[in-house]
């Protein structure tokens, strides 16, 4: 599924969110949205998901405009926002349930998706009783068990330690690696972006700045040949004309 962002622009009263922002991501492709707070990424990834719309231009998939979400556009929250009410397997299995998918099938294709990250043996745990990264993969497995065509993640692994972000960043590469879906996702961490993905979209005050090939042979590591180069490149753009605090 080929998606476009044409010409869109935002705003919230008086003040100016996105501003004539263009992008096409190729089917299958993985892109990170990298910027500081602010800058309007996640307003943009918001948009794609069908919960706002643009006050100017038009965001397509396959040539038709988004109208609202759908479930071929999944998302993954920085909060996982898991149901704490329900088991793992009941948080997975709610997809394609609300879709019409009888519950039996539906708890089949929830198993295969914790199996996928590792979770089967916790599907009668409650959200509760799991770790900060532990629930993450949950809410990937969620997302994914909707059968997405194009997975949307906004900082996703933010809110972990650095240790857990680093295994869950390997994680969603060997998933990605697996299933093939297009990924739309979003980070501050340069890192975390090089170490990702196909290319890199740096937005500063609510326009694409520049977007960056990163052409490092997976599995990457901070070792690979050129990983430091492309890191010391886009932290080069992003603190061009950025004002220094007293």
């Known amino acids: 599924m080929k998606l476009a962002v044409e010409r869109v622009g935002k705003s919230f009263g008086e003040r100016t969110i996105l501003k004539d922002v263009s992008l096409t991501v190729k089917e299958h492709e993985f892109v990170c949205i990298l910027g500081h707070s602010g800058c309007g990424k996640s307003t943009l990834l918001n948009m794609v998901a069908g919960y706002m719309f ?37 948080n997975v299995s709610f997809g394609p349930e609300v ?89 501050h961490s340069i890192s975390e972006a090089v170490y990702l993905a196909d290319r890199v979209v740096v937005m500063k005050r609510g326009a694409i700045a520049d977007i960056f090939e990163v052409d490092i042979a997976h599995p990457r590591s901070y070792e690979s040949p050129g990983f430091g180069e492309a890191m010391a490149r886009i932290e080069r753009l992003l603190m061009e004309d950025e004002e220094v605090p007293a």
């Open 99 to 187: 879709q019409g998918m009888p519950k039996k099938k539906a708890r089949e294709i929830a198993k295969e998706f914790l199996a996928l990250v590792g979770l089967e043996k916790h599907a009668s745990h409650y959200p509760a009783e799991l770790s900060g990264g532990m629930k993450q993969r949950v809410g990937i497995a969620r997302a994914l068990a909707s059968s997405p065509d194009i997975l949307l993640m906004d900082e996703p692994f933010g809110a972990l330690d650095i240790l857990t972000r680093d295994m869950m960043q390997r994680e969603l590469r060997r998933i990605y690696e697996k299933l093939k879906p297009t990924i739309l996702f979003v980070t």
């Open 54 to 90: 643009p006050d100017e231009g038009e965001i397509k998939v396959d040539g038709k405009p988004i109208q609202g979400p759908s479930k071929a556009r999944g998302m993954v929250f920085q909060d996982h926002a898991l149901f704490p009410w329900y088991s793992v397997l009941e």
